[in-house]
């Protein structure tokens, strides 16, 4: 991930495929320890509110109990599959984008402005919308569906288990590929955006850490401490196109749950039946989730696992 920029010549030994699998790497580690998190997240941003105030989950706690209550422990985990086996390509392209990006955008002195940081992490971001989109569309169905079929309970009725497979196969039947690509343009929003914050938030926080001249790189706790910080702080910012994207790429709605056209339609109704704080649903979830992911992605970088396990020389640089 970044690191303060280095003259190109120590920059020199930059190798993409360590980072590309310390990517794969963090991604998977860090999506197995915090996707209970993201599920509670998903319900509640998912969640509308009654005409009467009535809300299915009270909080993030309530969410919790109710799901464990009803799914058991591995309810919690739904969807979780999907996102394991495709989270290892979209890290490792966000991560190691953003490291070539950097490394290309440097000045000859070795040295990288705030402006071009953020164009490097903004282009990573896009980069890996590819692999993001269909992940998270997969991911949302999975993870609603509880909350959805909870519903239909409470009516009386039921709601069949679905797979992953049964979603790919049937949006691939009635839209082709581009079904997989349902809210492309809210996931880009809020990935790119995300990206030009974190990256250059954890750059800067990460150089307060060196505290010797003649170290390059801040001591292991505090480079994942600025992996936390930078990537809560990142995804509080643009949790209003997180809400707006979850709200997109849901497909199967409890009943009187809107449906919507577009971006501007989503945020528009939220906004008039909801008022601007629902933009902010699942929020501090969201920050918990994204903290320990990025601090462990910082981890896994700073270690050189990748370098170790392939015999690439360690460097770490940014």
Not at 63 to 89: D, H, W
Not at 236 to 261: A, F, H
Not at 286 to 307: K, N
Request: contains cysteine; glycine residues 10%; positive net charge.
């Amino acid at each position: 991930m970044s690191q303060p920029a280095q003259p190109k010549s120590l920059a020199a030994n930059f190798n993409l495929i360590p980072k590309i699998v310390n990517g794969g790497i963090a991604g998977i580690v860090g999506v197995s320890v915090v996707f209970p998190l993201d599920l509670v997240k998903t319900r509640l941003q998912n969640q509308t509110i009654g005409p009467n105030g009535e809300k299915q989950y009270k909080n993030m706690l309530d969410c919790f109990k109710q799901t464990y209550r009803a799914e058991g422990y591995f309810g919690m985990y739904r969807g979780s599959a999907v996102n394991i086996l495709l989270i290892t390509p979209e890290k490792a392209i966000k991560l190691a984008a953003n490291d070539m990006f950097r490394y290309s955008l440097s000045l000859a002195d070795g040295s990288l402005p705030v402006y071009r940081q953020m164009i490097a992490g903004g282009a990573a971001g896009a980069c890996q919308i590819i692999i993001t989109t269909p992940m998270e569309l997969l991911k949302i169905q999975m993870q609603d569906a509880g909350r959805v079929a909870a519903q239909a309970k409470a009516e009386g009725k039921t709601m069949p288990r679905i797979t992953a497979m049964q979603i790919t196969r049937k949006l691939l039947a009635e839209r082709g590929v581009i079904g997989l690509y349902k809210g492309i343009t809210a996931t880009a929003a809020r990935d790119i955006s995300f990206s030009v914050v974190y990256f250059p938030l954890f750059a800067t926080l990460s150089k307060l850490g060196i505290r010797n001249e003649k170290d390059i790189t801040p001591p292991f706790w505090w480079s994942f401490l600025s992996g936390c910080a930078a990537g809560s702080t990142a995804a509080l910012v643009v949790n209003p196109m997180d809400v707006i994207k979850t709200r997109m790429q849901t497909l199967t709605k409890g009943k009187g749950e809107r449906q919507y056209s577009s971006v501007f339609d989503c945020a528009k109704t939220t906004l008039m039946h909801e008022g601007p704080t629902a933009f902010f649903k699942g929020g501090m979830c969201r920050m918990i989730v994204i903290a320990p992911l990025f601090g462990i992605a910082q981890t896994v970088y700073y270690l050189g696992i990748a370098e170790r396990l392939l015999g690439y020389p360690l460097v770490r640089a940014v």
